[in-house]
């Protein structure tokens, strides 16, 4: 098989079926990633590769810093070209890393290029994606058109005034970009920032935030001006699960003490959290919103450079030690009181997969097929390899056609091929399946299943009928 061909991926004839007949033809829901929504509104227009690549994404920064480039070539002050090829010498050595696959799909999918990037092909890369940026033919919307975008779930803050959601839809723009809820920064009462946070949030609302009871007051009213705006789904990154079934009474003397710059124990904090979590999952329920649960990433761990750079520039790492047993309470509490909403679950840990596959099956409900969801491999593990273990072990758990499917998690508006990289995945493995007879060879059947897994599911679960096309 050539490099990047139309089978790639596809190594038997069902599976390059399901792909090519179904799975590549529907639209793509990204429900979670982090780009912007201002970018979007205002049409950006790219200076060059470097500056569409590189501006933002760490998972590139972190192959360079292991090919040892300078940081001047990487988040420092190094000309774009310079940096570039720095970052196309460091692919040469990433054969077996997503990265690889990822860069030469975008490169040929956005800018007709099908040869392979290397120190030596740099400048005839950079002189072809810089006459497509050029031309004027891909800025934003161009990419999300070309990409068959019909939902893009941004990542939010409670406090945003969400003002270029607000013009996209009375625009009507033809792919519905919907805020997400993100409230991290009123739950992480442990971290630095936090009552300035507080203040900010305060500002948004217009009243004084002086304890628990009117956090959570606040809370809610930003969900309602989320929900406004079409938000189908909240977003909580936890470094671990939590759980210490707190009172609201005691919440409260945590929050003040925190508001008073004492020092909080372990157990008050993970207490505030609990509590804090647990209304907002229950607030989720009331609306009908997905809650998303991404946990067990340990926080710059690199003290040197978190000085220097700051948090998400590429130091995050996986955190083994963080106890996943505590979910099961956490959801058990909301199950209990009729308000567990529909969730999705990541963990950064693969060894997680399991776990969560039997948790999910304890906790399912009738409200939708798939309540209760293992979300796609994230972060770390999205590579082919932890892609095919997460598809794997929620078909031996759970039900996998009632997947919700892929995700960008991206801030680069060039990485929509990774729902074209995941597509060919899943139809390696279900075509895998169905050629050694562990499955019906029956095409018609298989690939309705990977056009739900790759779009319908998605659109059913977050309530977008009658929303996107």
């Not at 505590?326 to 399991?354: E, R």
């Not at 794997?392 to 998690?409: E, P, R």
Request: aromatic share 12%.
């Amino acid at each position: 098989m050539k490099f990047l061909d139309d089978n790639f991926l596809l190594r038997n004839e069902i599976s390059r079926s399901l792909f090519h007949n179904w799975a590549k033809k529907m639209p793509i829901i990204d429900y979670h990633c982090h780009v912007s929504a201002e970018e979007i509104y205002k049409n950006r227009e790219f200076k060059n590769i470097t500056e569409a690549w590189l501006g933002g994404d760490h998972y590139k920064w972190r192959i360079m810093r292991s090919n040892g480039i300078d940081e001047k070539y990487i988040t420092g002050d190094a000309d774009d070209y310079a940096k570039f090829e720095a970052f196309a010498e460091s692919l040469e050595k990433a054969i077996g890393n997503p990265m690889y696959h990822w860069c030469h799909l975008e490169l040929k999918t956005y800018f007709g290029y099908e040869g392979v990037l290397s120190k030596k092909t740099a400048k005839e890369v950079w002189d072809k994606t810089s006459e497509v940026f050029a031309s004027g033919k891909l800025r934003v919307r161009d990419i999300i058109k070309m990409s068959n975008v019909a939902f893009i779930g941004t990542t939010d803050d409670p406090a945003d005034t969400l003002e270029w959601h607000k013009k996209l839809q009375d625009e009507k723009y033809e792919t519905l970009v919907a805020p997400s809820y993100r409230p991290d920064k009123a739950v992480n009462i442990d971290k630095v920032g936090f009552i300035e946070y507080i203040e900010k949030l305060s500002g948004a609302v217009g009243y004084k935030l002086t304890s628990l009871e009117l956090v959570k007051k606040a809370l809610a009213e930003r969900m309602d001006y989320f929900d406004a705006l079409n938000c189908s789904a909240s977003d909580h990154g936890l470094d671990c699960a939590v759980w210490n079934d707190m009172s609201d009474e005691e919440a409260d003397k945590v929050f003040k003490k925190a508001l008073n710059g004492e020092a909080l124990t372990p157990a008050e904090v993970e207490g505030y959290k609990t509590n804090l979590v647990l209304f907002c999952a229950e607030q989720y329920a009331r609306l009908g919103w997905v809650f998303q649960i991404h946990y067990k990433a340990l926080r710059n761990p690199n003290a040197v450079m978190f000085e220097r750079l700051g948090a998400d520039t590429g130091y995050d790492i996986i955190n083994p030690d963080a106890p996943s047993a505590q979910l099961a309470p956490f959801l058990n509490a909301l199950n209990v009181k009729g308000v567990l909403p529909k969730t999705v679950i990541y963990s950064l840990d693969p060894s997680d997969n399991a776990f969560i596959g039997t948790l999910i099956g304890a906790f399912q409900g009738t409200e939708a097929r798939g309540k209760l969801q293992h979300g796609s491999a994230w972060w770390f593990n999205d590579n082919k390899q932890g892609m095919i273990d997460q598809i794997v072990n929620l078909a031996n758990l759970s039900l996998l056609g009632n997947f919700i499917g892929m995700l960008t998690d991206s801030r680069s508006f060039l990485s929509y091929t990774r729902h074209e990289y995941f597509r060919r995945i899943l139809c390696e493995v279900i075509g895998n399946w169905a050629s050694d007879g562990e499955l019906p060879a029956d095409v018609d059947y298989l690939g309705q299943i990977a056009a739900d897994i790759s779009f319908n599911n998605a659109k059913r679960y977050f309530g977008l009928e009658g929303k996107i096309r």
